[in-house]
């Protein structure tokens, strides 16, 4: 009988999820959830045939040149930025991603951010909470409407339609920007528009499309300009899409009314000027965390290694070529 597949996952999972892959796999794992320098990473992996690995975790070049047994990445979140495809496909490593199962939760959260950052909760709660409350007063934590107003999507895939979708309720005008037209957009009742359009028209802008060298800094100083100065801006998508720096300038020179934010350049550190401007509503990366999400996400990663340990089709490959 050939020896199990070796597999090592990088970061602390579910019970279950070791459960469904122990039987498949010889497992090395971190299920104290250390944080490995780059080198242990290296080290770690070195004898793998399979990896389980979360956003954080880079599959450069060097890595897999590190780990020349290894044929399958299956990382636990639907970006897969953090992985050389091109690279994993010259030496024959598949890839897999957890698409559908974070869609309506990260959906959720564009929504609480857009409410709150739009209504000043966290302002508010800051202010309330530091004793600041004398009295109520007719124009005190004026906000952004949101029912009625119009709402701009930036990337139309799953969760971005799943952002729409929830519009309705709001009675919202939504438009789109989006490389390619959605085949659901006359359900959403969402409109394509160029983004310079979508900038100038929106009172909530959402930021949900993937992270790549093409989408590098496509929110700068000059998008923030062309936005209104009432408007609100929510991403949820990927850090680096929108330029922190440009962003804490915008937000301080009140070219736009506040950010929600749940993703950054660098995270998990932050542009020092996020912190000390107060029109922005911060979360560390929470948008997939409920826990029928993140469950979700880790064992449809397990589902994928399952299925390369045997021999069957990955529920959902990355394309590498
Ligand atoms: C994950 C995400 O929680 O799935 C993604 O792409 O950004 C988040 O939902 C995170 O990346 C963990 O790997």
Same mark, same amino acid.
């Given at each position: ?30 299920q ?7 080198a ?50 010259? #030496? @024959?490593?598949? =890839?897999?991603?957890t698409?559908? *199962? ?7 959260? $564009?929504? %609480?951010? &857009? ?24 124009d ?20 971005g ?23 659901n ?52 998508? #990927? @850090?680096?899409? =929108?330029?922190?720096?440009?962003? *804490? ?7 736009? $009314?506040? %950010?929600? &934010? ?45 299925a ?14």
């Open positions: 009988m050939n020896p199990r597949p070796k597999l090592l996952i990088t970061r602390k999972v579910f019970p279950e999820v070791i459960e469904r892959l122990a039987p498949y796999f010889d497992i090395d794992s971190n104290d959830d250390d944080e490995w320098p780059r242990t990473l290296l080290a770690r992996a070195a004898d793998r045939d399979a990896l389980f690995v979360v956003a954080s975790d880079r599959v450069d070049p060097e890595l897999l040149a590190a780990c020349p047994r290894l044929r399958i990445v299956a990382t636990g979140s639907v970006g897969y930025n953090h992985i050389d495809l091109a690279a994993c496909g010259e #030496r @024959g490593v598949v =890839v897999s991603n698409p559908d *199962v974070l869609t309506e939760a990260t959906a959720d959260m $564009a929504w %609480a951010l &857009l409410m709150a950052t739009a209504r000043r909760v966290c302002e508010s709660e800051h202010w309330l909470r530091a004793g600041k409350w004398g009295r109520w007063a007719f005190q934590w004026l906000g952004a409407d949101v029912y009625g107003t119009t709402l701009g999507i930036v990337g139309m895939g799953r969760i339609s799943a952002v729409a979708r929830r519009a309705r309720g709001f009675e919202m005008r939504v438009l789109y920007h989006n490389r390619s037209r959605a085949p957009e006359a359900e959403l009742g969402a409109h394509r528009v160029e983004l310079d359009e979508l900038l100038r028209e929106a009172d909530h802008v959402v930021l949900v499309l993937p992270y790549s060298a093409a989408t590098h800094h496509a929110i700068g100083a000059r998008e923030l300009a062309a936005m209104k100065p009432t408007a609100t801006l929510v991403n949820i998508a #990927r @850090g680096g899409i =929108v330029d922190d720096a440009a962003l *804490v300038d915008a937000l301080r020179a009140g070219r736009i $009314a506040g %950010a929600g &934010l749940d993703v950054y350049e660098n995270e998990p550190a932050l542009h020092p000027g996020l912190l000390t401007v107060p029109n922005v509503v911060l979360t560390p990366h929470v948008g997939s965390a409920t826990r029928s999400s993140r469950v979700g996400m880790a064992m449809l990663a397990a589902e994928n290694l399952v390369f340990a045997t021999g069957a089709a990955l529920p959902t490959p990355v394309a590498t070529a």
